[in-house]
């Protein structure tokens, strides 16, 4: 037989146990994934990302891929501006058309990384590099600090690069570089 105290200690212990927060572990087993049939999304006239989720509005969301260089279209984190995760989307194939590509804009323009086809020149000096470079997006020049973590080859052949402001240029193969141009980047890598 218990004694009253030890019923009422027993009893706060499942209370506090029931009301302590789950582990970010057991939160990820927990995703929500959207769907087709749980999920509208629908761009706004400023050109932001909502989405309503089970009649649940969220407005002004992002896209976050969790492979960005090398598969943009699985594995789609759904977040509010505060970073909460709204759900999550296997695959942008299970969504229409229409969808598939209003979803694949936004994620262009997160990870927006300019594809570098010549590299005119790198001039190092002081710890950085100074790059000018023919880029999908145009000729830009932009500066790389020295050091490890700025250049960074992502398969074997597709290097990385991140200029001081945080803009992100790609070689998708570095074997396409002539000579030249390889020993340039090199002694950045």
Same mark, same amino acid.
């Given at each position: 037989?218990?004694?009253?105290?030890?019923?009422?200690?027993?009893?706060?212990?499942?209370?506090?146990?029931?009301?302590?927060?789950?582990?970010?572990?057991?939160?990820?087993?927990?995703?929500?994934?959207?769907?087709?049939?749980?999920?509208?999304?629908? =761009?706004?006239?400023?050109?932001?990302? $909502?989405?309503?989720?089970?009649?649940?509005?969220?407005?002004?969301?992002? %896209?976050?891929?969790?492979?960005?260089?090398?598969?943009?279209?699985?594995?789609?984190?759904?977040?509010?501006?505060? $970073? =909460?995760?709204?759900?999550?989307?296997?695959?942008?194939?299970?969504?229409?058309?229409?969808?598939?590509?209003?979803?694949?804009?936004?994620?262009?323009?997160?990870?927006?990384?300019?594809?570098?086809?010549? %590299?005119?020149?790198?001039?190092?000096?002081?710890?950085?590099?100074?790059?000018?470079?023919?880029?999908?997006?145009?000729?830009?020049?932009?500066?790389?600090?020295?050091?490890?973590?700025?250049?960074?080859?992502?398969?074997?052949?597709?290097?990385?690069?991140?200029?001081?402001?945080?803009?992100?240029?790609?070689?998708?193969?570095?074997?396409?570089?002539?000579?030249?141009?390889?020993?340039?980047?090199?002694?950045?890598?």
């Amino acid at each position: 037989m218990t004694s009253p105290h030890t019923a009422s200690a027993i009893e706060a212990g499942q209370e506090a146990k029931a009301a302590k927060p789950t582990s970010d572990l057991s939160d990820a087993a927990n995703i929500k994934y959207l769907t087709p049939s749980n999920t509208v999304f629908t =761009k706004t006239d400023g050109q932001m990302l $909502n989405v309503k989720v089970d009649g649940e509005e969220h407005k002004a969301v992002y %896209v976050h891929c969790s492979f960005p260089h090398t598969d943009r279209s699985i594995y789609l984190s759904v977040r509010t501006i505060d $970073n =909460k995760e709204i759900g999550m989307i296997r695959s942008l194939d299970d969504f229409p058309a229409e969808t598939a590509a209003l979803l694949g804009e936004q994620v262009l323009i997160r990870y927006f990384a300019p594809e570098i086809t010549r %590299v005119v020149r790198v001039k190092e000096e002081f710890g950085y590099a100074y790059w000018e470079a023919e880029t999908t997006a145009g000729l830009c020049r932009f500066t790389v600090r020295g050091g490890g973590g700025n250049t960074k080859l992502i398969t074997a052949a597709r290097l990385l690069i991140t200029d001081v402001d945080g803009n992100r240029f790609v070689i998708p193969d570095l074997g396409s570089l002539t000579d030249k141009e390889y020993r340039m980047v090199e002694m950045c890598m």
